[in-house]
């Protein structure tokens, strides 16, 4: 008998702190909504103290660290929400690499949208923010070896020579790396991995929107 009273003593204890973290959860969420980011995270923090791994708390605590400009933070906090296997996964990866971009790593960036999109095919936005992002990742490797072709060609042009002088150094077309080759390959098998679960764009929107998406809780 007192096995069976511990038994439903323990269940008593569990239950109330489940209802104490909810508690603590919709107190946060009020702090969110109210744009009180500090307060939410508090909010947050508190139930992480007790639960560090509780997904809800780590994803939400991540969003608050975004609105704090807070990335390295962020990240921390979606990584550990993306780690197990839990409704919150898909989000934090996305937001995961929403906070990477925002820190200025779009490497870091891409594959956590990546993953994102092969968590959920169907998610557009994360479809949406590996474009975008992988495009500029690309335009920047593209102007980085114009940059470079224009310094070679300074260094090699001979200032004694009279036709050349006052004349824009002529640069070869930029090349593609073996990674930049490796990243397209690899970014194209996911986007194809998603039009095949019927991904499709808004009618007339013929480029990517010049920002990310992004998502709350």
Request: glycine content about 6%; overall charge neutral; some cysteine.
């Given at each position: ?8 003593g ?5 239950a109330a702190?489940q209802?104490?973290?909810?508690a603590?959860l919709r ?13 939410a ?6 139930i992480l103290?007790?639960y560090?791994q ?9 969003d608050?660290?975004?609105?704090l400009?807070?990335?390295?933070q ?10 197990t ?8 990866l ?5 906070a ?5 790593d779009?490497a870091q960036?891409?594959?956590?949208y990546?993953a994102?999109?092969?968590?959920n ?12 992002v992988?495009?500029?990742?690309q ?5 980085q070896n ?9 260094d090699n042009?001979?200032p004694q020579?009279g036709?050349n ?12 790396d073996?990674?930049g080759r ?33 998502k709350?809780?």
């Amino acid at each position: 008998m007192k096995k069976l009273l511990c038994v439903g003593g323990c269940f008593v204890l569990a239950a109330a702190a489940q209802a104490g973290v909810r508690a603590q959860l919709r107190q946060g969420g009020q702090f969110y909504q109210k744009q009180k980011y500090g307060s939410a995270l508090n909010s947050y923090n508190a139930i992480l103290k007790k639960y560090p791994q509780d997904a809800r708390a780590l994803f939400n605590a991540g969003d608050a660290y975004y609105r704090l400009n807070e990335y390295t933070q962020a990240q921390a906090a979606y990584q550990k929400a993306a780690k197990t296997d839990n409704p919150y996964r898909q989000d934090a990866l996305y937001n995961l690499g929403n906070a990477y971009y925002r820190a200025g790593d779009k490497a870091q960036a891409i594959e956590s949208y990546k993953a994102a999109v092969r968590a959920n095919p169907q998610d557009k936005e994360a479809v949406h923010n590996l474009q975008l992002v992988w495009q500029e990742k690309q335009q920047d490797k593209d102007q980085q070896n114009h940059n470079q072709n224009q310094d070679n060609s300074s260094d090699n042009q001979d200032p004694q020579d009279g036709q050349n002088q006052g004349q824009a150094p002529q640069s070869a077309p930029p090349q593609p790396d073996d990674a930049g080759r490796m990243d397209r390959a690899d970014a194209e098998r996911v986007l194809a991995m998603a039009k095949e679960n019927e991904y499709k764009r808004a009618p007339g929107n013929t480029a990517p929107p010049a920002q990310t998406v992004e998502k709350d809780w």
